[in-house]
């Protein structure tokens, strides 16, 4: 009986912080609601969402199955299962579902870890799927959710979660679980469609990631979005021109390497790149400058620029 009510004392101080953490201060919905962004209307709902109920433990899957569908890509939840899903942690990680989204043809990438920029994302149409602690720290219970809705007057939430398609929770408690998860949270856009509040340098390595497995023209198009966005940046021209080549568009390429070495003169891969292409499309002179440019410049691309500028001299003879 004495190590009963041991226990039971002991049991106390955790009690009591689940009470507190419930209790606490929700300060981004506090200052959201106290003065909400310019042009952000006091409710929304996005309700053409598409719902799968969540089975246990693979809740991911089905919130990804939700996002994609959003995005106009019909994929089950079952054929997601062994994508994400890790039967040894009993859930999915967050790397999974980003590449899982990319690998049926969306750009999956993560948002800014704040509330403002998840009421963004829905002000563009973009459902965001969310990690949640629904428990305590110490005993975390990890949950994905895709966030539908809002309402700022009533200080509430909407998400497609577990088995509830339009489940309502209060904005301050929505807010600490999703804090538990440091503000996790992802979107999974159709090509050409860019987030509203991801960073450049967010966009830039999901797309770079996409690239690796993509569809060159599916990426091609989120790589033009981008490039209108931020213009000048080298790594996205680098990669509008390579999904250009991957897609069968050597003009293409080469505009885009051509424009890389105009906002980015000191840069050998774009020389290089550019020298290629235009080898390939018979202009054998301007290959052959740009080629001596990237040789030029030196660096860790020194030796690659010396083997192009021999295949544009090879091809200039009529040499195989």
Excluded: K
Excluded at 72 to 98: C, D, F, K, N, T
């Amino acid at each position: 009986m004495a190590a009963r009510r041991a226990r039971r004392g002991r049991l106390w101080p955790v009690l009591l912080l689940a009470a507190l953490s419930l209790a606490g201060c929700a300060s981004q919905t506090a200052a959201l609601r106290a003065a909400p962004p310019a042009g952000l209307a006091p409710r929304l709902e996005l309700a053409g969402t598409p719902f799968f109920a969540q089975e246990r433990y693979q809740c991911g899957p089905a919130a990804l199955a939700m996002a994609l569908g959003a995005a106009g890509i019909a994929v089950a939840p079952e054929a997601l299962v062994p994508q994400v899903y890790l039967p040894a942690r009993e859930g999915s990680l967050q790397v999974e579902m980003l590449a899982a989204a990319r690998r049926h043809g969306a750009l999956g990438v993560t948002i800014a870890p704040r509330l403002d920029a998840l009421l963004a994302e829905l002000r563009a149409g973009h459902p965001v799927l969310v990690l949640q602690n629904l428990s305590l720290p110490i005993f975390p219970r990890w949950h994905y959710a895709v966030v539908t809705g809002y309402d700022l007057a009533q200080g509430d939430i909407v998400l497609h979660s577990g088995t509830t398609e339009h489940m309502v929770m209060a904005m301050s408690t929505f807010e600490h679980t999703w804090a538990r998860s440091g503000y996790w949270a992802m979107v999974a856009l159709a090509p050409g469609q860019l987030p509203e509040t991801s960073e450049q340098h967010s966009v830039l390595d999901a797309l770079v990631a996409w690239e690796r497995n993509g569809q060159p023209a599916a990426v091609r198009q989120s790589y033009a979005a981008a490039d209108r966005r931020w213009p000048n940046v080298l790594g996205l021209q680098l990669g509008l021109g390579n999904t250009a080549y991957a897609a069968g568009d050597r003009a293409g390429a080469a505009d885009a390497f051509r424009r890389a070495t105009l906002a980015h003169p000191d840069s050998a891969p774009a020389f290089n790149n550019l020298a290629f292409v235009l080898s390939e499309l018979g202009d054998y002179g301007a290959a052959r400058a740009a080629a001596t440019r990237a040789l030029a410049l030196g660096g860790p691309w020194r030796a690659e620029a010396q083997a192009t500028l021999e295949t544009i001299e090879r091809a200039e003879r009529g040499r195989p």
